[in-house]
Antibody, heavy 123, light 105 residues
Framework: EVQLVESGGGLEQPGRSLRLSCVAS????????MHWVRQIPGKGLEWVSG????????AYEASVKGRFTISRDNARNSLYLQMNSLTPEDTALYYC????????????????WGQGTTVTVSS | DIQMTQSPSSLSASVGDRVAITCRAS??????VNWYQKKPGKAPKLLIS???SLQVGVPSRFSGSGSGTDFILTIRSLQSEDFATYYC?????????FGQGTRVE
């Protein structure tokens, strides 16, 4: 079964850090770009970050650039998001998603999604 | 960054109606638009990629069209299970921005 399972969310204070993880199964993880997408409660979807199949290319949404770092371990079928200097505006449900192609540019859609992990930033 | 503007933000429709949702990109993105369906408590579901490629298992009443800057998602005959929020997304160049969503109610 094709599956993505996120973990690592929780309640954290502003300024602190969290590390999200996503474990993939049922498909060849190393062949696909991977992404993090979030949904703030009551708001729309927001693409957060993406990484190409071989980690050669990464990209970030403007508000997280310099604070978040995406990485992957193809040997472990795992994707990560290191989130530093958290702010209340980072409070959201974070989804891990698989890209249909290996790269980030001129690519297709996100065809496999996890169920998400909730991040709450509050003092 | 490329901005994606969806319209309308919400629409009221009935079972059997034909529904059209538009998405405009702030620059030419060729055919690199994808459409998703989002229901509360569920992960987003990819309906259409590359502007018009229907994903496996998605009913044929869904279709996508357009290229360049203007794109349309059409639901030919709305079914009860189609009441949801729909998002476009550009995958031409990162950051891969989403539209603000269209709620079909």
């Amino acid at each position: 079964e094709v599956q993505l399972v996120e973990s690592g969310g929780g309640l954290e204070q502003p300024g602190r850090s969290l590390r999200l993880s996503c474990v993939a199964s049922g498909f060849k993880f190393a062949d696909s770009a991977m992404h993090w997408v979030r949904q703030i409660p009551g708001k729309g979807l927001e693409w957060v970050s993406g990484i190409s199949w071989n980690s050669g290319s990464t990209a970030y949404e403007a508000s997280v650039k310099g604070r978040f770092t995406i990485s992957r371990d193809n040997a472990r079928n795992s994707l990560y998001l290191q989130m530093n200097s958290l702010t209340p505006e980072d409070t959201a449900l974070y989804y891990c998603a698989k890209g249909q192609l290996p790269g980030l540019a001129e690519s297709y859609g996100l065809d496999v999604w996890g169920q998400g992990t909730t991040v709450t930033v509050s003092s | 960054d490329i901005q994606m503007t969806q319209s309308p933000s919400s629409l009221s429709a009935s079972v059997g109606d034909r529904v059209a949702i538009t998405c405009r990109a702030s620059q030419n993105i060729r055919m690199y638009v994808n459409w998703y369906q989002k229901k509360p408590g569920k992960a987003p579901k990819l309906l259409i990629s590359a502007a018009s490629s229907l994903q496996v298992g998605v009913p044929s009443r869904f279709s996508g069209s357009g290229s360049g800057t203007d794109f349309i998602l059409t639901i030919r005959s709305l079914q009860s299970e189609d009441f949801a929020t729909y998002y476009c997304q550009q995958s031409y160049n990162p950051p891969q921005t989403f539209g603000q969503g269209t709620r079909v109610e």
